[in-house]
């Protein structure tokens, strides 16, 4: 796997929602160009079939990978949960998801979270119905650590809350401690965002949880966990934009489908200037 | 259009929840053989744009009518709002689409409720984005009668909530009363659910409605008016199967996707025995 550096980080998800990583990523690793495909014809994933969610995802990988990248982000937690061994056994390039690092900064925070109580913390996740009938979390929880139980529940309405842009008030309140409510009376102390939308929802996910559960319930981002984790990749594969940049990063944004919501979509999940977005076909 | 009695009618909708107009058409028309296509491998059309429902309804048409129809129902707004005069335009057989079903009962309801109170009555429309933004519903009425204002609301949190299965307690009552009430402010008062999901909140939508207004809100149902209508047509056009049918009639269900919530989804719309489904590539 010889990749060229000065090449462009590939990001796919099934809509915007991916954003939110883009976001993270511009954070992590600010001199780096992105190419950012979201597949906004076909989405959501998170309803589909496994067959029909690998079918979409080796779509969108390659696109990216046609037009040159460095490595692959797969940014959608459905397609990360149900793809990510078939695209790594495709591709000849480095393919990062974010159910990985969002369960190392899950493990991380139920480490630290057990120091302060006796009963055993478990982590509750919240996702699509695809990325929880995987079960992807518990899968790569176990693998990082075997003492800890994972619970994840679908939470699908959350993505339209956001879509809708119902980011606080009595809706979403009710609609998260529907969510939540089952969990933390099972245990659960740490809280996963499964779901690229849901970071939009964070501050009414956390209040709502320390709410019922009597005390502040940390909240883990996967968009966060994977640019983190892909900065340490960068670093130690020594893949970061060489000669050092001399012109501002290139964010590129494909999409598959242009609705007239795209902008103000677009807008909530990536808080700087939006790019024209160029629509092509799968 | 020389069409044989004898085949079925097609339908087609972006998902399952047109399977409350094959409800209705059962019920309407019961010794009548139906081919439903779900297109749940794209679900939902209503956030997308007009150019992409439009190809997708094509290619939904295209599959039904090379099976052998006799008619053709578009159970799908949004795709009816953008679609049915390109597909009237390419198909040689008749195509009915829910808009002017809806357009045409709403207009009566407004009408009869006019003769009750002195200020205008409006008709108002819940529907996706993309019904709304095509206009397709003000206009259908507009052609019925140029006297009555109908005002068009996207309502897009109904679907996720009915694919869910939340169908009363607080979260339905308080989306519904957060779309309903601009409505109702403005002096709408007749309520079209122009999606195929949102009969599943009918219940709901009359009670909040009534709360609201103060007294009862028609409700009109583009399902039923639909299948209403399509009696008609076959009554008139002769296109009703003969000789008299002698064998309980035969549902076909095609769908493009088949997630594992598809028997409980497809439950929630079709109040009978659901066949097995059959799925196809588009």
């Known amino acids: 796997m010889a990749v060229d550096p000065s090449l462009p980080l590939g990001v796919f998800d099934s809509g915007l929602g991916g954003l939110t990583v883009v976001h993270a990523l511009s954070q992590a690793l600010p001199g780096e160009d992105i190419i950012y495909l979201g597949d906004t014809a076909r989405v959501p994933y998170g309803t589909r079939s496994p067959e029909t969610v690998v079918r979409y995802a080796q779509g969108c990988a390659a696109v990216l ?5 460095k490595a692959l982000v797969v940014a959608c937690n459905t397609a990360s949960a149900v793809s990510i061994d078939v695209l790594r056994a495709e591709l ?21 979270a057990q120091r ?9 996740v919240l996702g699509t119905a695809g990325t ?9 929880v176990a693998k990082i650590s075997t003492r800890l139980e994972v619970l994840a ?4 309405l959350l993505v339209p809350l956001v879509e809708e842009g119902w980011l606080d008030g009595d809706v979403p309140e009710l609609a998260v401690a529907r969510y939540v409510e089952p969990l933390i009376a099972q245990g659960v102390r740490v809280l996963v965002l499964g779901c690229t939308h849901y970071p939009l929802l964070r501050p009414v996910i956390e209040r709502v949880a320390a709410r019922i559960a009597g005390a502040p319930v940390p909240v883990v981002d996967s968009a966060q966990a994977t640019a983190d984790a892909l900065l340490r990749y960068v670093d130690e594969e020594r893949l970061a934009r060489h000669p050092a940049p001399t012109r501002p990063r290139k964010l590129e944004l494909l999409v598959t ?21 160029t629509q092509i076909d799968l």
Chains 1, 2 share one sequence.
């Open 132 to 140: 929880v009938r995987s079960g992807a979390y518990p899968r790569a």
């Open 116 to 124: 302060h109580q006796r009963e055993p913390v478990k982590i509750g």
């Open 65 to 69: 990978v046609r037009r040159g990248i």
């Open 257 to 277: 489908d242009l609705p007239a919501s795209f902008e103000v979509v677009a807008a909530r999940f990536l808080s700087e200037r939006l790019p024209a977005a």
């Open 92 to 112: 000849d390039l480095p393919v990062l998801g974010v159910v990985e690092p969002g369960a190392q900064a899950a493990v991380q925070a139920a480490e630290e």
């Open 153 to 156: 529940a679908p939470a699908p």
